[in-house]
């Protein structure tokens, strides 16, 4: 992450930028105080290819040992469809999203409603159903 991301808009579409939104998550200076917060910081860090941080907000129980993301996957644009639960004083919730790519000269859409849980005050991705 550069200096000049930090004053850029964030990616997640919030409106806010990166600094104040995702990357403060990124950094480890906040934690998402919502699932939303939390998807939205995951689709950010799958953009700027930070498998650390998706790694960190992974639940163990579900976690993959090692993330492997494709640089040349370039992810465009994050729409949040609905939400259930996952709310500051929730211990579960979802979020159904459409997050839109490029890929080579193609493009797509991954349409998922992510599980997430919270657990000692933070939120985790458990899983997700993926719709065709």
């Given at each position: ?17 990166y ?19 939390l ?13 650390d941080?998706?790694?960190r907000?992974w ?5 993959p040992?090692?993330l ?26 979802t979020?159904?999203?459409?997050a839109y ?8 859409v ?18 997700g159903d993926?719709h065709?």
């Amino acid at each position: 992450m550069t200096v000049s991301m930090d004053q850029e808009n964030c990616l997640c579409l919030s409106g806010e930028q990166y600094a104040r939104c995702c990357g403060r998550f990124h950094r480890g200076a906040a934690e998402a105080a919502t699932a939303e917060q939390l998807m939205r910081s995951r689709y950010s860090a799958f953009a700027l290819l930070d498998t650390d941080y998706l790694l960190r907000t992974w639940h163990p129980r579900t976690a993959p040992a090692e993330l492997e993301l494709d640089p040349g996957m370039q992810w465009r644009r994050l729409d949040i469809l609905s939400t259930s639960g996952g709310g500051p004083l929730d211990t579960e919730g979802t979020v159904e999203f459409k997050a839109y790519y490029r890929q080579g000269g193609g493009r797509g859409v991954l349409h998922e409603a992510s599980r997430f849980v919270r657990e000692n005050g933070r939120w985790f991705y458990v899983d997700g159903d993926v719709h065709a």
